[in-house]
């Protein structure tokens, strides 16, 4: 069987560190595309020369051709400009609307077979934007947001609470931004919810609420750390799972921005929610019953990302 084809639009910090988890894997070969092209061809040669250190098989080509994504199987998104200190997701709205319209005719001309995962921010309008140009259908083209928001909760209640990550299991719904809900009744330790393990003594409720806030801003904490741009290792092992799931049809339960069309009373928009990710791309979305206060900050979170996309064809009237 021939390889697979990873195809990675944008070669920056996300997409070489995407690129460098690909070949170590296998998944497949990689192609980096940028339009500075000697950043797509430098990492792409680089990340070449480990192989043999490394051993795997794969080849690596960086690009500014849209043409060599050709027959991709899976696409990943990351063009486009990040985060500054002081600046929020959405201010960087402008700039990626225009990329994803260039990304878009890209994949709907070379790759129309593909399995997309965006990741530029802000996540949730511009993986909307994406779908509407590239016109793929809408179990294909997917957000990454919610794998790594609820890894960082994850990461935080671990360490909080002494135990291993690989027992926290962790849902965080809505909108990637402030608005973002991490529910602690689907957050378990093993299998115990959070509330029974607030009254069991294993964390108080004010650490559990602060944990919370923390996940909330946990891209902020990361961009004010680095200085110089915005959280990259941790995205892009969030978005290889997501392939991964694809790839070899785990029929993996992630929480993804999807396309909801009714669901959770939201009607053609993205937004984090659990889905089942397999070889059809999303093949379910998960409707969990949420509380009434939960699906009031979930309508929070909505309202959010509705003012993204609202603001999006407003900025481009051929979106609307
Ligand atoms: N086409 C292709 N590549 C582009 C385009 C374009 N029109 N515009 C910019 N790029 C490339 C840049 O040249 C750069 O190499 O996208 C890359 C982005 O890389 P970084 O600036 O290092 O950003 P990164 O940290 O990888 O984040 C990328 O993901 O999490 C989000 O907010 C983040 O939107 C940002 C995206």
Redesign the pocket.
């Known amino acids: 069987m021939a390889r697979r084809k990873i195809a990675l639009?944008?070669?920056?910090?996300?997409?070489g560190t995407l690129a460098h988890l690909a070949a170590m894997k296998q998944l497949g070969d990689v192609v980096v595309?940028?339009?500075?092209e000697g950043?797509a061809k430098g990492k792409a040669l680089d990340l070449a020369e480990s192989a043999p250190v490394d051993g795997f098989n794969a080849v690596l080509k960086g690009t500014k051709y849209y043409k060599d994504i050709e027959g991709a199987d899976v696409i990943i998104v990351?063009?486009?400009?990040?985060?500054k200190p002081g600046m929020s997701?959405d201010d960087?709205l402008e700039t990626?609307i225009k990329?994803m319209k260039?990304?878009g005719d890209g994949i709907r001309q070379y790759a129309p077979d593909a399995f997309v995962i965006c990741?530029?921010?802000p996540l949730d309008a511009m993986v909307w934007v994406l779908q509407k140009v590239c016109g793929l259908p809408h179990a294909k083209v997917v957000g990454m947001a919610g794998v790594l928001d609820s890894a960082r909760f994850r990461f935080f209640l671990a360490e909080a609470m002494n135990v291993s990550v690989e027992d926290v299991t962790a849902f965080v719904l809505g909108g990637h931004g402030d608005t973002m809900v991490p529910s602690t009744r689907y957050t378990t330790v093993a299998g115990i919810p959070m509330p029974d393990l607030v009254k069991m003594g294993w964390i108080s409720q004010d650490k559990l609420d602060q944990i919370v806030q923390r996940t909330r801003d946990g891209g902020a904490e990361i961009v004010g750390l680095l200085g110089n741009?915005?959280?990259?290792y941790a995205?892009a092992t969030s978005a290889i799972q997501m392939a991964e799931a694809y790839l070899f049809d785990e029929k993996r339960v992630l929480p993804c921005a999807a396309h909801l069309t009714g669901q959770f009373g939201v009607d053609d928009l993205y937004v984090g929610v659990p889905v089942v990710i397999g070889d059809q791309g999303v093949e379910r979305i998960v409707e969990i019953e949420l509380t009434d206060e939960e699906q009031g900050n979930f309508n929070k979170s909505v309202e959010a990302v509705k003012g993204l996309v609202d603001a999006c064809k407003k900025i481009d009237s051929s979106l609307g």
């Open positions: 639009i944008g070669g920056g910090n996300i997409g595309f940028d339009i500075v950043v990351t063009a486009g400009i990040p985060r997701r960087l990626n990329v260039q990304v990741i530029t921010n741009g915005s959280a990259f995205p």
